[in-house]
Nanobody, 123 residues
């Protein structure tokens, strides 16, 4: 069982940066694939980035490539999403997710989800 708690969301001006954190409980975190998703009202939850257990494989949605970076610290049971050059269209609730199996890109399922953290980018 893995429990996930996101933090680091908030209000930022366009062009600014935020770093989201997702702290995981459970002694098997280091073996789990992790993903960051985001959702806006009335829309589906979209994959932003994912990372395999070692950090050696990463995937980014086209909309965030070059601006966002996913990373993990297995010693701290934490995965991060560094978000730079933020745009108003990045405004969303951001969720982290975990799964024992790594599946890169869209269409993959995750067994564990956090409660989300709000990110608002003002223009």
């Amino acid at each position: 069982q893995v429990q996930l708690v996101e933090s680091g969301g908030g209000l930022v001006q366009a062009g600014g940066s935020l770093r989201l954190s997702c702290a995981a409980s459970g002694r098997t975190f280091s073996s789990y694939a992790m993903g960051w998703f985001r959702q806006t009202p009335g829309k589906e939850r979209d994959l932003v980035a994912d990372i395999n257990w070692s950090g050696g494989r990463r995937y980014y949605a086209d909309s965030v490539k070059g601006r966002f970076t996913i990373s993990r610290d297995n010693a701290k049971n934490t995965v991060y999403l560094q978000m730079n050059s933020l745009k108003p269209e990045d405004t969303a609730v951001y969720y982290c997710a975990a799964d024992p199996y790594y599946c890169s890109g869209n269409g993959c399922s995750y067994g564990y989800w956090g409660q989300g953290t709000h990110v608002t980018v003002s223009s």
